[in-house]
């Protein structure tokens, strides 16, 4: 399997150097590709192996699956252009998927497929099997430290002051389809939990800044005919950007190391 990694950030760097190192049994890294020309040449050139740089629109063109691992308002300079050419995204801004039927009617013309790697949330499997009967009731709540939600541009335009709260407190509830218009950046999670399970009009959510915490921290609760659950889970921030979760490269990792595995664990 040829892969391909749009950004360079916390996860798409993580991805990389697994594929350089061949640690990635049938997979390599086919090309890279970034917003910043300079940054990725550096990247590139710090890798084990010499690796092609390509433009957003064109980098499917070299490889089997593309890893989108790229701000929000980045993801449709390689989703489409990934899904029109008939190849496998795998998609790290799984809130950019809500409500996005055309990009689900345009795989199912070209033969290409979108990915949700669980990232940082487990419980999916369980989720996606009560889908299978009836869900009754699904809920997120995302909590997180105030300086992870300080440049968040709600925060911003309504003049929110995180900077001296001594308890925690609660910044929006609503559907997440609500809260990601909102916070586009920082529900990636949640919507990976809605696309599994309700559907992100049914699914409610709450984002918490809690100044006692130093990591996120996300608890999901599910209701359902076959079982009822909850699951809560602390992530410990990657070495290259605090934001991100270590977990949610290694999840990429794992997904890729399982397309050539004689076991698959898991649904």
């Not at 998609?91 to 795989?107: F, K, N, V």
């Not at 497929?113 to 499997?125: H, K, N, Q």
């Not at 001594?166 to 696309?195: D, H, Q, W, Y």
Request: aromatic share 2%.
């Amino acid at each position: 399997m040829k892969i391909g990694i749009a950004g360079i950030g916390a996860v798409g760097s993580a991805v990389a150097r697994a594929l350089a190192r061949g640690e990635i049994p049938g997979c390599e890294l086919a090309a890279i590709a970034a917003r910043d020309d300079r940054r990725a040449s550096q990247f590139i050139s710090s890798l084990s192996r010499s690796v092609p740089r390509r433009s957003l629109d064109n980098l499917a063109q070299d490889c089997d699956i593309v890893l989108e691992a790229l701000p929000p308002a980045m993801f449709e300079f390689v989703a489409l252009p990934t899904l029109a050419a008939g190849k496998t995204l795998i998609a790290m801004s799984a809130s950019q998927l809500l409500g996005r039927d055309d990009l689900i009617e345009l795989g199912q013309k070209t033969g290409g497929r979108i990915i949700i790697p669980s990232g940082a949330m487990l419980g999916l499997d369980a989720l996606k099997a009560v889908a299978v009967g009836n869900i009754l009731d699904v809920s997120i709540v995302t909590r997180k430290p105030p300086v992870s939600l300080l440049t968040a541009p709600y925060i911003l335009r309504r003049g929110i002051d995180l900077s001296g709260i001594m308890e925690a407190v609660c910044i929006l509830k609503g559907s997440v389809t609500e809260i990601a218009r909102e916070f586009p950046a920082n529900v990636n999670v949640a919507a990976a939990v809605s696309l599994a399970g309700l559907g992100p009009d049914r699914t409610s959510m709450e984002i918490w800044a809690d100044p006692n915490l130093t990591v996120n921290t996300h608890a999901v609760r599910v209701q359902s005919d076959s079982s009822d659950f909850t699951v809560s889970i602390q992530n410990r921030p990657s070495d290259e950007n605090p934001a991100t979760g270590r977990i949610t490269s290694q999840s990429v990792i794992a997904y890729l190391r399982q397309l050539n595995s004689v076991i698959r664990i898991g649904t």
